[in-house]
């Protein structure tokens, strides 16, 4: 069984650092060589369309879970090149940014119900793909709630990010906290410069960056207040700054990614334009410097980007600001 074991392990090592060697080894000409493709399945088969929702991967498969609405779960499988339904969650969630820990799918910083009031959802969610079955999990502290909040996973520990607190109406957060999954404790952590919600956050290099997003005022107009500004978390410091240069397109509903030294900031909306934006583009952490990468065929904002096998994934979210149109696709960029 040893003799088995050992060559097995030691080409899933070989596979891992291989893809982070290429990640790490891309250059800003090769990602502005990149050019987009709609994928299609082999059956025709479609996600349910859905916005405000979120994107993930999991091993050889996509997961659409979430968005406004009652919505199944849809699972792309690239082995089969084909969508299926999976289970719905057990509430109305949305405006969250997922995280993969342990083989499972986390939601945390959701908000439930309809507009403008929405309210935070209380629990983390926890979805298993392996039985496509959801379970509520940890208590959210009840003075810390708020929806439309960045979520990211570094280690054992889920840092949850600003947010809104009175659905699209108001009472924006600059709140850090951190979840540890090992103690099942929360921690309250330095306030960011400024709030922000309807953004997604990562880490890269032991930094934590908020980047894109608003503050939402429905009554005034829920697409201005766009913030330009990227707030930097530092982990070891314990202590945050802003970046000189900032976010070259603002806007709200983005998604992001990061490649190597490169933070990719995808789609959103704003008060600017009536489409979602198509925009891509890139933050350079070592150099602070943004580029313009090949824009998006279909503008979009409220759904993820996923990196799988070298390429990039995006799918469904909503074509113009607002709730609709809601888009039922799957796009890959290859570089």
């Known amino acids: 069984m040893k003799k088995i074991l050992i060559p097995v392990l030691s080409l899933v090592i070989i596979m891992l650092l291989w893809q982070c060697r290429s990640t790490r080894g891309l250059s800003i000409n090769?990602?502005?060589?990149?050019?987009?493709?709609?994928?299609?399945?082999?059956?025709?088969?479609?996600?349910?369309?859905?916005?405000?929702?979120?994107?993930?991967?999991?091993?050889?498969?996509?997961?659409l879970l979430g968005g406004r609405g009652d919505k199944p779960t849809s699972i792309y499988d690239f082995d089969?090149?084909?969508?299926?339904?999976?289970?719905?969650?057990?509430?109305?969630?949305?405006?969250?940014?997922p995280v993969v820990y342990g083989g499972n799918?986390?939601?945390?910083?959701?908000?439930?119900?309809?507009?403008?009031?929405?309210?935070?959802?209380?629990?983390?969610y926890i979805?298993?793909?392996?039985?496509?079955?959801?379970?509520?999990?940890?208590?959210?502290?009840?003075?810390?709630?708020?929806?439309?909040?960045?979520?990211?996973?570094?280690?054992?520990?889920?840092?949850?990010?600003c947010g809104i607190k009175d659905g699209h109406r108001g009472d924006h957060k600059k709140w850090l906290d951190v979840y540890d999954f090992k103690s099942d404790r929360w921690e309250v952590l330095p306030d960011a410069p400024r709030p922000r919600d309807h953004f997604q956050a990562l880490i890269v290099n032991d930094k934590l960056y908020g980047v894109g997003g608003r503050?939402?005022?429905?009554?005034?107009?829920?697409?201005?207040?766009?913030?330009?500004e990227v707030d930097v978390f530092d982990l070891q410091s314990g202590s945050w700054s802003t970046l000189e240069n900032h976010l070259p397109t603002p806007r709200a509903g983005n998604f992001i990614i990061n490649l190597g030294e490169e933070i990719l900031v995808l789609g959103?909306?704003?008060?600017?334009?009536?489409?979602a934006h198509a925009e891509v583009e890139s933050l350079n952490v070592r150099t602070g410097r943004w580029k313009t990468l090949p824009s998006q065929p279909q503008g979009r904002h409220g759904t993820g980007v996923v990196l799988y096998q070298n390429k990039l994934y995006t799918s469904s979210g909503s074509g113009n600001r607002g709730g609709g149109p809601e888009l039922a696709d799957l796009w890959m960029f290859s570089f």
Do not use: C
């Not at 709609?38 to 996600?47: A, L, T």
């Not at 089969?80 to 940014?97: D, K, L, R, V």
């Not at 799918?105 to 983390?124: C, K, L, N, R, S």
């Open 30 to 63: 090769q990602l502005s060589k990149g050019q987009w493709t709609e994928v299609k399945s082999v059956d025709g088969s479609v996600p349910v369309e859905r916005h405000e929702a979120a994107f993930v991967g999991l091993g050889h498969r996509l997961y």
């Open 80 to 97: 089969s090149q084909t969508w299926t339904q999976g289970a719905e969650p057990p509430i109305e969630m949305h405006h969250f940014q």
């Open 105 to 124: 799918i986390y939601v945390a910083g959701a908000m439930t119900g309809g507009y403008p009031g929405e309210t935070p959802v209380p629990h983390i």
């Open 127 to 161: 979805y298993n793909p392996q039985l496509d079955a959801w379970r509520e999990g940890p208590e959210i502290p009840e003075d810390r709630r708020r929806g439309g909040a960045g979520a990211v996973l570094h280690g054992d520990k889920l840092y949850l990010v």
């Open 215 to 228: 503050t939402t005022v429905s009554a005034d107009n829920p697409f201005k207040n766009t913030i330009g």
């Open 268 to 275: 959103g909306e704003s008060f600017s334009q009536e489409p």
